[in-house]
Nanobody, 127 residues
Framework: QVQMKESGGGSVQAGESLRLSCAMP????????IGWFRQAPGKARDGVAA?????????YYAGSVKGRFTIPRDNAKYTIILQMIGLTPDDTDMYYC???????????????????WGQGTQVTVSS
């Protein structure tokens, strides 16, 4: 069992920044892909960004966040950061991180690719 724990959410004004952290306290054997997703009540859970250690730490971003959200490549082991700048009220959501352990394949933003999920951290952006 792989544990996932998000932190760093909060309430900010439009234009401000937040830094989310996804920790895997117990670590895992082998390589993995970590995805960040977000979801509003009653809405689908959408992919935001991902980093894939199976693919030389290649990073993926949703079009809506490209240029504003970044996953640094110099993450501490078993901790993945999502740096968010230029936040807008449309970024208000619960943010989740997930791990694909064992290279299950599939697109980075496909929910079924991931076999471990955190409980989420709330991000609220006011105008």
């Amino acid at each position: 069992q792989v544990q996932m724990k998000e932190s760093g959410g909060g309430s900010v004004q439009a234009g401000e920044s937040l830094r989310l952290s996804c920790a895997m306290p117990g670590g895992t054997d082998g390589s993995y892909c970590i995805g960040w997703f977000r979801q509003a009540p009653g809405k689908a859970r959408d992919g935001v960004a991902a980093i894939d250690t199976n693919n030389d730490e290649y990073t993926y971003y949703a079009g809506s966040v490209k240029g504003r959200f970044t996953i640094p490549r110099d993450n501490a082991k078993y901790t993945i950061i999502l740096q968010m700048i230029g936040l807008t009220p449309d970024d208000t959501d619960m943010y989740y991180c997930a791990a694909d352990v064992g290279d299950r394949g599939g697109n980075w933003d496909n929910l079924s690719k991931y076999n471990y999920w955190g409980q989420g951290t709330q991000v609220t952006v006011s105008s």
